[in-house]
């Protein structure tokens, strides 16, 4: 029988066949897969004529078509369907993934054809895409080891392979702590109707009765909200942060330490004298002390007002018989109290008018008013009943497809991400991608949201814009295939959509009776933008820190104690966690994307404060000229040239933290 993943789809969209692909056939296809890697590999590399750009270079990008088009699959259902097939075979490809991709950088003969267009490029008649793409795959190449040579290369390729086995243990048993860990609930008290609702379909999805609370983001923070018991609050909290750091075999403290070292080593094999210094190197921030002044800048005014904030709650929780101090599993609690009195904003009478449905139409609406954008629900086979596709098109162009997975499950894992099964690229002919947005939003009937989730929703949105108009020929740079601190530019930029008020005004409508928002309601909630950034900053601001504080120096051999230095260092108040502490960190341990690099959401965050200044200063957040530009030098663009460079491109100028702090209401 043909391997699906191995044929050719005839699918609408040539769309993965799934409905015919079984976990059984990825094995043997990522074998297939990986021999037709190397072999064109070799053949690029023995190839008898001299180096072109078009003979290795772009032979280069069509080398993986067949291994990009299995893994594009498989990874994504790895991540938001995994079954113990799936994972035990994550397992064995980390390694094979990283040995194979190895023996590629190790290839002199390979890197000797790079070396030589390098070398001759004034002389190519390049475009200046082709000169981009030439020179960052000569730095990858130097970056990963090519000038090594005997005893290190080898060692650096031992710890590579090492790296991607810790990064795919450590990710597992963080699924697993959140799959397995749930508490029965036998009282409601203080929990809204929603909150009822999502812990009741949690029970029911796990084959339980009754209701219970999971470790899934969108139940345990609406529970940590209105639970009225302090008892049954700790428990959840205790257990949320205690993720990976159970002892037993989902332990993950050690995979953590090991994995500081191994980064480490790999670094001084390199050259520089730190991971963050070698991380940092191409990304736009260029070294740790830049990172730490931008972060520090914000630091001080948000432990500041997190402090102030804190004496009011505390002064609450008195007031209701419990004793002082105010700990971390009272402070949603009690914040939640606080904004109800300060802005009379009520989330149980919030949540109707932000409906999954209704905010789904609204980004869709507010692509549509900047770029054009058409989207065509699509009634095709997608791998869980969960998921849904979607055409987008502009002008009768077919532009992509967009799948949306919105779902919690206990097989995917948490958070929320974007995706590709497939990008852009004009290379070989025009290929469009296939976008995924995954979410973990509690299940119901109708699925409601609070206003966090629906910025989660276009934020995640955003980074699918990025894919979705790409317009590059190679797709080494096309869509997100840019500097780490400059990917969360889109998805944070396009967050700001949400708070334009004729965009709630028209798509936050009650989901019963279809009446729109109250006006004065939407007052209250955009008055409360800023609620309660004392305490999303620092626990943000805390995590960024540790992570660049775990690279930038020798590597802890406790990174639990590392942990508590840093913290204790900063004044971490006492009644706020890290967003993220190190046994669940999977930003920083699941893979190298994030590590020394949890920082970008706040680099970007200053970029798309001043960036949605733009609209403003044009005096209307649909402004087609400003829409224009930010497609045509960020969107469009990809990769295709330096980060600094894009973004002056688009607004004349780089932008100064103070757009940051007013955003955030932590100016003086």
Not at 9 to 36: K, N, V
Not at 73 to 94: G, I, Y
Not at 178 to 203: I, N, Q
Not at 230 to 237: T, V
Request: include cysteine.
């Amino acid at each position: 029988m043909t391997n699906p993943l191995l044929s050719d789809w005839h699918t609408e969209f040539q769309l993965p066949p799934f409905a015919q692909i079984t976990d059984a056939d990825f094995a043997p296809a990522f074998e297939a897969a990986l021999a037709a890697g190397r072999a064109a590999y070799a053949a690029i590399a023995a190839n008898p004529e001299a180096p072109t750009f078009a003979n290795t270079i772009g032979a280069m990008e069509e080398a993986d078509a067949l291994l990009d088009r299995v893994a594009g699959v498989f990874f994504n259902l790895a991540s938001s369907d995994s079954t113990p097939a799936r994972e035990a075979l994550q397992r064995d490809l980390s390694p094979e993934l990283s040995a194979y991709s190895s023996e590629i950088i190790n290839n002199r003969a390979l890197f000797g054809r790079i070396e030589a267009l390098w070398d001759s490029r004034e002389t190519l008649d390049l475009t200046p895409e082709q000169t981009r793409v030439l020179m960052l795959y000569r730095r990858m190449f130097l970056r990963a080891g090519a000038a090594l040579e005997g005893d290190k290369a080898a060692r650096l390729t031992e710890v590579k392979s090492r790296l991607a086995s810790l990064g795919t243990a450590f990710t597992q048993n963080l699924l697993a702590d959140e799959r397995e860990w749930m508490m029965p609930l036998d009282d409601l008290a203080g929990l809204p109707d929603f909150v009822v609702a999502s812990a009741r379909a949690a029970a029911e999805e796990r084959g339980q009765t009754g209701h219970v609370v999971t470790l899934n983001r969108s139940l345990i923070v609406p529970f940590l909200q209105f639970s009225a018991r302090r008892d049954l609050r700790q428990r959840a909290y205790e257990a949320w942060v205690a993720r990976g750091a159970n002892s037993g075999a989902t332990d993950n403290r050690a995979i953590a330490a090991e994995t500081l070292a191994l980064r480490a080593e790999r670094a001084a094999l390199l050259g520089p004298e730190t991971f963050a210094r070698y991380k940092l190197e191409t990304e736009m921030a260029r070294t740790p002390d830049a990172v730490r002044a931008l972060l520090m800048q914000v630091w001080e005014p948000a432990r500041a007002k997190a402090l102030a904030d804190a004496a009011t709650l505390e002064a609450m929780l008195q007031a209701d018989g419990h004793p002082a101090p105010l700990e971390p599993w009272d402070w949603r609690y009690y914040a939640e109290k606080l904004r109800k009195s300060a802005h009379d904003l009520d989330e149980t009478a919030l949540k109707p008018y932000l409906a999954l449905e209704n905010m789904i139409a609204a980004a869709f609406d507010c692509a549509h008013r900047l770029f054009g954008l058409e989207f065509r629900a699509l009634d095709v086979a997608l791998y869980h009943p969960d998921a849904r596709a979607w055409e987008v098109t502009r002008d009768g162009r077919h532009m992509a497809v967009f799948i949306g997975d919105y779902f919690a499950r206990p097989s995917k894992r948490s958070g929320a991400w974007c995706s590709t099964m497939r990008g852009q690229r004009k290379l070989g002919g025009e290929v469009r991608p296939i976008v995924v947005n995954i979410c973990n939003f509690a299940k119901g009937t109708p699925a409601l949201l609070s206003y966090d989730d629906a910025r989660t929703l276009f934020h995640e949105f955003g980074h699918a814009l990025h894919q979705m108009l790409s317009d590059v020929t190679h797709g080494f740079i096309s869509g997100t295939s840019v500097a780490r601190d400059f990917v969360e530019l889109p998805s944070q930029l396009y967050e700001h959509w949400l708070e334009v008020r004729e965009v709630l005004a028209t798509h936050a409508r009650h989901v019963e009776t279809g009446a729109p928002m109250p006006p004065d309601m939407l007052e209250r909630l955009l008055a409360a933008q800023n609620f309660d950034q004392g305490f999303a900053t620092v626990e943000y601001v805390a995590s960024a820190l540790v992570d660049l504080e775990f690279h930038d120096g020798p590597p802890p051999s406790d990174p639990m104690q590392k942990q508590a230095e840093v913290l204790d260092a900063l004044g971490m108040p006492r009644a706020i966690r890290m967003r993220h502490a190190t046994p669940h960190f999977a930003h920083v341990f699941s893979g190298d994307g994030y590590s020394s690099g949890y920082y970008s959401y706040m680099w970007s965050e200053v970029m798309d404060a001043d960036a949605f200044e733009a609209f403003r200063e044009a005096g209307d957040a649909f402004d087609p000229d400003t829409a224009a530009r930010l497609e045509r030098f960020i969107l469009s663009a990809g990769g295709s040239d330096e980060a600094e460079t894009l973004y002056t491109a688009f607004r004349g100028r780089m932008p100064g933290v103070e757009a940051l702090l007013k955003g955030r209401g932590l100016a003086a």
